[in-house]
């Protein structure tokens, strides 16, 4: 793609082809194969997240968990099956994903004529599998809730969630994909409002500070909200192509999804009325923005806080005849690392450590460390960031490396999350009418278009909005209201 950043010297061979600059969308595939995160599976738009991918999604679930229950949110698990009455209950919800519902019509399979299995006995109510909980876990907590006193009652759950998406892409647009879905109930229109609010910041707190993502905060436009809710925030990406990906929304439902499922509490004037309430999620959908916007044509560059191995340590043999004192040396440095709370891997393969060091490249490990006969003979260690390359090779002490790695990490987080944000921000452009907004698109320039939030009231803008696939991505917090962003997306 012409916008995406450019490549190394052309004399330069990276281990990712095609790179970024010839053609975005086919690097991130490669990249998400050379990383080993993923494969596809045997079953249309869904994949096989890998051990590698896995362990970064843990990693993910462990520190955002952990900042939702700061929040007293408790975990729980509803159903996976919901009934079609269910959403059929609100009728804004179901409209906005009847089109990606898969629906469970039948149980019991039996052999038919040709010996082939068949759906046997139809269900007389079908199911459909979850495309998100409001509607399940509403008809469910209002047996929960009589009083005011009840609330507010917060919860989450991890689970899957199935959206037969037309045009999958791995991690970016699945059929099936991992995700939390928070669910709370408050007392009060200014409480809700607040509690979307609440955990916008929370998604913000671990974009920036787990992920090194940059995020622009803003509310949804109206006809670009949740099917059902009053208001939705979102927090608003940019790939290092120029789209925009949307990393996460918190929905203010209002009284939406309580008065179609019934939540009602005594208040405490003694009067009764319906809850206020909020859903928010993220998915795996934040290891795709991940290699998107960070990656580089040599393959991943992963956030060291959430990375599934922050430091790889590679043996460099010579012979066979070494090679237990040195597997010995970088065990003992895999020890002390780990003695520091740091997620480490050593390659003991029998695999040419040239093939090794390019293997922890592509997959983004942080830290890379090499270890021959003569590190060892003098009691040191070579490490490498992966964020800046050769350049940042050092040679140093044991305890020296042992001792900074920590500080290390956190460099590499701050001068990802910089140069992401320097990337963005020199990538949104100001223009003031319409036929500006034609021009920038139409020039197939990378990035977002700001304007006046008025823009999005002149009848000429939906024509642009059509011929270069754009949508207003969001009306930024930092801008008061007064202004809106447009963008291509993911």
């Known amino acids: 793609m012409s916008n995406a950043p450019a490549a190394k010297a052309s004399n330069y ?12 969308p086919e690097w991130y595939q490669a990249v998400v194969k050379e990383a080993d995160l993923a494969e596809s599976s045997a079953v249309r738009g869904c994949y096989v997240i890998k051990p590698y991918g896995y362990g970064m999604w843990e990693n993910i679930q462990r520190e955002l968990d952990a900042r939702i229950k700061e929040c007293d949110v408790q975990n729980a698990y509803f159903p996976l099956l919901i009934p079609v009455e269910y959403l059929s209950k609100e009728a804004e919800h179901v409209d906005g994903f009847a089109k990606e519902c898969a629906v469970v019509t039948h149980h019991r399979l039996e052999k038919g004529p040709d010996g082939k299995l068949i759906p046997a006995s139809p269900l007389e109510h079908p199911y459909v599998i979850r495309p998100t909980s409001e509607t399940i876990i ?27 998406e037309m045009r999958p892409r791995v991690f970016l647009r699945t059929a099936e994909f991992l995700w939390q879905e928070g669910h709370n109930c408050l007392e009060t229109a200014d409480g809700s409002r607040e509690d979307a609010l609440l955990m916008l910041s929370v998604y913000k707190d671990l974009m920036e500070n787990c992920l090194a993502l940059p995020v622009m905060e803003g509310e949804k436009t109206a006809d670009e909200r949740f099917p059902g809710a009053i208001a939705t925030y979102t927090l608003e990406l940019m790939m290092q192509d120029g789209k925009a990906l949307q990393g996460c929304t918190s929905h203010d439902l209002g009284q939406t999804f309580s008065k179609s499922c019934d939540i009602k509490f005594q208040g405490r004037d003694g009067k009764e009325q319906h809850a206020w309430t909020t859903s928010w999620g993220l998915t795996t959908r934040t290891i795709g923005a991940i290699l998107m916007a960070h990656g580089d044509d040599d393959g991943a560059i992963m956030p060291p806080v959430v990375a599934t191995y922050q430091v790889a340590i590679i043996p460099f043999l010579k012979d066979d005849a070494g090679k237990d004192a040195l597997l010995g040396y970088c065990n003992k440095v895999k020890t002390a690392l780990k003695a520091k709370g740091i997620r480490v891997s050593l390659d003991a393969s029998d695999v040419r450590a040239s093939n090794k060091t390019w293997d922890a490249i592509k997959k983004g490990i942080p830290l890379r460390v090499e270890i021959g006969e003569k590190e060892m003979a003098e009691g040191n ?110």
């Open 138 to 164: 509403g008809e469910t907590i209002k047996n929960w809730i009589q009083s005011y006193r009840d609330l507010p009652c917060k919860l989450n759950q991890w689970c899957n969630v199935m959206r037969w």
């Open 381 to 490: 260690v070579t490490h490498i960031r992966r964020d800046l390359g050769k350049d940042s090779k050092q040679t140093v002490s044991v305890d020296e490396f042992v001792n900074n790695a920590e500080r290390l990490l956190q460099d590499i987080h701050k001068s990802m999350f910089e140069k992401a944000k320097a990337f963005r921000d020199s990538h949104i452009f100001d223009v003031k009418t319409v036929d500006e907004v034609r021009d920038f698109f139409k020039a197939d320039k990378a990035g977002f278009v700001r304007a006046d939030v008025s823009i999005l009231e002149d009848k000429a803008l939906e024509a642009v909005r059509k011929e270069f696939a754009i949508t207003p991505r969001c009306i930024p917090f930092s801008d008061s209201g007064k202004k809106v962003l447009l963008g291509k997306s993911y």
């Open 13 to 24: 061979k990276s281990a990712i082809q095609p790179t970024r600059a010839e053609n975005f």
